[in-house]
């Protein structure tokens, strides 16, 4: 079995005209551009709508697509313009608050009931901080560390420069130190 | 990383996100394959959800009938439908009004293989290169503005037996659609549908194009890779 082919192959392929290509990447990159949406967008039925218009667009914009430069930042720019776009549409004024998951997902690993409960009273305690950021800095912090996005990534979906990406970034995590205790 | 920095990332695994869509599945159809193989069954997918929303009377979600749109070339749909719309016999092309070249909207493709064409017409943005006479057409060359697909420009409609295949083009944004078999009814902004032999369908920049006509796919690959 040969390796993965890595982003940069599989879009040369795609450019090519190669359909499985692009599937594979579509399929690489669909968790992350759709979390990136739902952020953005705030439901989920926008959300999956706008993830998947973007794979369009991104798929009929591949020409222009400069090879050597990394695929996903340039993909969720586009993701994150449709994602807006729909927000704008739907006439929704603020981005979602971001809720802790009822359950436990399966494969977490099993605490004991107390300490259950007190990881998950901190979770919703610095959750709560989260949402009570100003929405650029949610943004920032919800890119960097909910959905793992890179400083330039981030810089893509959210349309400002790195340099700004740090800065916010800074500044939100200030506000959350003051916010959460013993943070 | 800071001790913050450290449950903010930890705190991701339970942010409730919804289930993300499997985006990939709705463009997908079948396995890995020879790649034109694979742009073939990739269209009679997007064609039979398009009969669908047909019989449907359009009345398909959003994020469905978008599937179309990448099955479409340019400004061309394409769908296959159970029954093909009624169409009259044509004994004479109507292409809309004669006009100079040089009076077109946009600076028209020629094809050096072609030469000039026995005559030019317009009808709203679509222009008509005739090869022959409206009453007998050698060859038809189609040129459309706008190679961003709108449901309203052009629609190809395609019947069963109808062979439909993606093939690479050189100087073509994204692969052509060729169709050739059963005839399959075409109809243009402001004209009734009308029955069209072989077809090869392309965009070249912002143009999206269409030949009528051709023999074979290599005949009609050549000329579509002349037009500049």
Redesign the interface.
Known sequence: MGRPLDDGELVTRAQ?????AY??L??MH??T???TA?LLAGS?AD???A???A??KA??A??RFRRGTPFRPWLLAIVANEARNRRRSAGRRHALA?????EI?PG?AAPSPEAAVLSRE??DL??AA?NRLSEEHRLV?ACR????LSEAETASVLGIRTGTVKSRLSRA?EH??EE?PG? | MTELESELRNLASAIDFPEPPDIASNIQVGGPGPRQAAWGRRIALAVAIGGIAIGAGFAVPQARSAILRIFGVGAVKIEFVDRLPETQPVTRLRLGAPIDPADAPFLLLQSRLLGDPDGVFRRGDVISLLYGTPERVRLLVTEIADSDFTPEVGKKLASMGTHVEFVPIRGSVGPGVWIEGRPHAVRLPGGPARLATNTLIWTHGPITLRLEGAESLQEAVAIAESLG
């Open positions: 090519q005209g190669d359909v499985a599937e594979e579509v399929r669909q968790a551009a759709f979390r739902y989920t959300a999956e709508e993830a998947h218009d794979f369009l798929f009929h591949l020409r971001l809720r802790a998951a009822a997902r977490d901190r979770q610095v959750l989260v912090v560390y909910f959905l793992d995590l959350l130190r959460v943070a």
